[in-house]
């Protein structure tokens, strides 16, 4: 799929992600090919923590994206758009797997995380993609997000980064590399409650993988806000 216009959604009622969890196994996600091709995105609503407690799985993921697995986002520029949501929390995608982020611009857009309504140990909130899994980045990044989490559930970790919450690999060889990445934004984090950890960068919150720590590439990347 390819853009051929700017899109605007100035107006409209809340935006559902594309791709979703069905239940903790089976989701609906995109795994197909999303050009931006250069157009911009504006005027997204999403919030998925007013949804109530019912049906939890399907809001868990907020973003353009909800869930993408297998595939390819490239090219795409969201700004003026206002997102919240629950587990994983990004403009572009909530959670990416097996999938490739390249050349995404996100403008002028709030970003709120807030798991207060789920019995959720974490939340992943990115000003890209909340959560990069066995996935891969490519091309030059950009965010001025302004990017806050608060009432989260008590005892949860918090994984927040001016682009990514969380890069993380199933196995003990892999790792990112991001080149040329901007975050101009903000980072704010409005927590009452006691948590189990807080990790918290400009540009990525965590980089960890489920069996060593891993080594990745931050090249020529800036951080202002």
């Given at each position: 799929m390819t853009l051929t216009a700017d899109l605007d959604f100035t107006g409209q009622s809340c935006f559902i992600?594309?791709?979703?969890?069905?239940?903790?196994?089976?989701?609906?996600?995109?795994?197909?090919?999303f050009d931006g091709n250069g157009y911009m995105?504006?005027?997204l609503t999403i919030n998925n923590v007013e949804k109530g407690d019912h049906d939890t799985m399907h809001y868990r993921n907020s973003?353009?994206?909800?869930?993408?697995?297998?595939g390819t986002?490239?090219?795409?520029?969201?700004?003026?758009?206002?997102?919240?949501?629950?587990?994983?929390?990004?403009?572009?995608?909530?959670?990416c797997s097996d999938s490739v982020i390249s050349g995404c611009t996100v403008l002028d857009t709030v970003i709120v995380g807030d798991n207060s309504v789920e019995n959720q140990s974490a939340i992943y909130v990115g000003g890209i993609v909340g959560q990069?899994?066995?996935?891969?980045?490519?091309?030059?990044?950009?965010?001025?997000?302004?990017?806050?989490?608060?009432?989260?559930y008590k005892g949860s970790s918090l994984y927040v980064g001016g682009l990514f919450g969380a890069l993380s690999f199933s196995g003990s060889d892999g790792y990112f590399e991001i080149d040329g990445a901007c975050f101009d934004g903000t980072i704010f984090i409005d927590v009452s409650v006691s948590?189990?950890?807080?990790?918290?960068?400009?540009?990525?919150g965590s980089d960890f993988d489920s069996s060593t720590?891993?080594?990745?590439?931050?090249?020529?990347?800036s951080n202002g806000g």
């Open positions: 992600p594309i791709g979703k969890m069905i239940t903790s196994r089976v989701t609906s996600s995109f795994n197909g090919t995105i504006s005027g973003g353009l994206f909800g869930i993408v697995d297998g986002i490239k090219n795409v520029t969201i700004c003026d758009s206002n997102i919240t949501g629950r587990v994983w929390v990004g403009a572009v995608a909530g959670y990069m899994y066995d996935s891969e980045i490519e091309g030059s990044l950009i965010s001025s997000a302004e990017i806050t989490v608060c009432d989260v948590v189990a950890k807080a990790e918290i960068g400009g540009i990525i720590v891993q080594t990745s590439v931050v090249n020529k990347c």
